[in-house]
């Protein structure tokens, strides 16, 4: 089974800039969107960013303009670019990847970001 490993969560102080890092364990799938998801104490999950593998992104309004994701298909690893972080963007962080050739979900363990002075 693919694991994706994430790294990067941490405490950071409003205003503060993190970025966080998703890679998957084998490299020779094939990859093709990949995305982050976060889960806030009492919400749902929701979508912070999606990148295709042709490189199209997508961003919610809350984020949009703050976060950026990118991703390294030989490394196939998927970045976040965290900046002008708020409290609300406190959650838990999941890395998530649909990888052929069965177009499976795949799920990274979560990651805490904290947003804090």
């Known amino acids: 089974q693919v694991q994706l490993v994430e790294s990067g969560g941490g405490l950071v102080q409003p205003g503060g800039s993190l970025r966080l890092s998703c890679a998957a364990s084998e490299s020779f799938v094939s990859i093709y969107t990949m995305g982050w998801y976060r889960q806030a104490p009492g919400k749902q999950r929701e979508l912070v960013a999606r990148i295709t593998n042709g490189g199209l992104t997508n961003y919610p309004d809350s984020v949009k303009d703050r976060f950026t994701i990118s991703r390294d298909n030989f490394k196939k690893t998927v970045y976040l670019q965290m900046n002008s972080l708020k409290a609300d963007d406190t959650a838990v962080y999941y890395c998530?990847?649909?990888?052929?050739?069965?177009?499976?979900?795949?799920w990274g363990q979560g990651t805490q970001v904290t947003v804090s002075s």
């Open positions: 998530n990847a649909i990888i052929g050739p069965h177009y499976f979900d795949y």
